[in-house]
């Protein structure tokens, strides 16, 4: 500490400003002790007509609770900066505070050049990566990662958008858009025929004649799931290139992203789907979206 610093102008002002307030404080509050008062007696103002004000003591309890505040505040005066420029005798600074916070913070900065699979398999950078997974994620892919309904499960291996590490990545920095487009018009007959057709590659139809149509029906000119879930119905990862972006799942495995009940297949097929994944890259940071990339892709590779 700098005598110089204490003796400036502001310095005494401001501090004089301090002291003379918390020492009015105590001596107004002592002066109330010992004036005299007439119990049950009113100081005559009245308001509203019938509303008077009594001039009874202070309770005993409400004017020492004020002398404490008077005695804690000439502590911390003591111990923290506050009075003008006197830095206090405990060292406390808001400068070492946030030095203090800065080093307690994780780092993640320092994993953001590790590859994705090593990190995967890196406890500490998973543990921090599961945090943030925890905080960002969980409300729609749920906290074990298993989603639900509409939410993909991102533990099964199977993929929408691609498990490869800068899949997984692109799909966190820059969300996704799963858009299905509505086809009541191929009417309710034929949607019936593709639903059974769908659902017998998970051995869920009991309707032979009408998946049969309904293999007929995908073939169709006028029928255009193939565009995006292709020939095979594999999806689009399956075809590889552009179709990636699109999301189109695989019809012929038995993972399903809003259910495999006919009625809910007869009803993604005549409506159509459309889901959104957030994108993540500009509010998180490149550092935060690598170890929540590691942290997805472990959930897959043990
Ligand atoms: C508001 C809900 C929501 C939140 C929050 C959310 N997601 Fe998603 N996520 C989705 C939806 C919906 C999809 C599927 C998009 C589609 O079908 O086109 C998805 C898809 C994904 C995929 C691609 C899955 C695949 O099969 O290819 C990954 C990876 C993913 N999310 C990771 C995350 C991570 C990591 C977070 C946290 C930073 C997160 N998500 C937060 C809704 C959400
Ligand atoms: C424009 C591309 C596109 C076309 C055309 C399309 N789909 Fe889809 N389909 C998608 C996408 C994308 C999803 C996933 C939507 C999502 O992520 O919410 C999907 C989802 C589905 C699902 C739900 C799968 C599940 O796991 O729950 C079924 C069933 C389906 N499509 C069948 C069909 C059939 C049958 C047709 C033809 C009548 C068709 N789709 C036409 C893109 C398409």
New binding site residues.
């Given amino acids: 500490m700098n005598v110089n610093d204490l003796i400036g102008f502001w310095n005494i002002y401001v501090a004089g400003i301090v002291l003379v307030a918390i020492i009015g404080c105590a001596v107004f509050l002592w002066s109330q002790g010992g004036a005299t008062y007439t119990i049950g007696k009113t100081t005559g103002h009245s308001w509203d007509e019938t509303l008077e004000e009594y001039n009874n003591p202070l309770p005993k309890w409400w004017s020492w609770l004020f002398y404490i505040t008077v005695v804690f505040a000439l502590g911390y005066l003591v111990y923290f900066p506050g009075l003008g420029s006197f830095p206090g005798l405990g060292g406390w600074s808001s400068g070492k505070q946030w030095q203090a916070e800065q080093d307690a913070a994780p780092n993640f900065q320092k994993y953001l050049n590790e590859d994705i699979p090593a990190l995967a398999k890196n406890s500490a950078a998973l543990d921090s990566g599961k945090r943030l997974f925890n905080t960002y994620c969980i409300q729609c892919h749920a906290v074990d990662g298993k989603g639900s309904k ?1 939410f ?1 499960n991102l533990t099964d291996g199977d993929w ?1 958008y691609g498990g490869e590490p800068a899949q997984i990545e692109e799909s966190i920095r820059n969300g996704r858009n ?4 509505p ?1 009541a018009y ?1 009417g309710d007959d034929t ?1 019936r025929d ?2 059974n057709y ?1 659902r017998a590659f998970s051995g869920l139809s009991t309707d032979s004649a009408s998946a049969n149509r309904g293999r007929a029906a ?1 073939a169709r000119d006028d ?3 193939k ?3 292709g020939p095979d119905l594999k999806g ?1 990862l399956a075809q590889g290139g552009d179709f990636p972006f ?4 695989n ?1 012929t495995d038995d ?6 009940d006919e009625a ?2 007869i009803e ?2 005549t409506n ?4 959104t994944m957030p994108t993540w890259g500009k509010f998180l940071g490149e550092d935060k979206v690598h170890l929540l990339a590691a942290y997805v892709y472990s959930l897959s590779n043990k």
């Fill in positions: 509409g993909p929408l799963g858009v299905m487009t086809n191929l949607i593709l639903a769908v995908y029928v255009i799931c565009t995006c879930h689009s699109q999301g189109a799942p019809l993972t399903w992203l809003y259910g495999s809910t297949v993604t097929i159509g789907r459309s889901n």
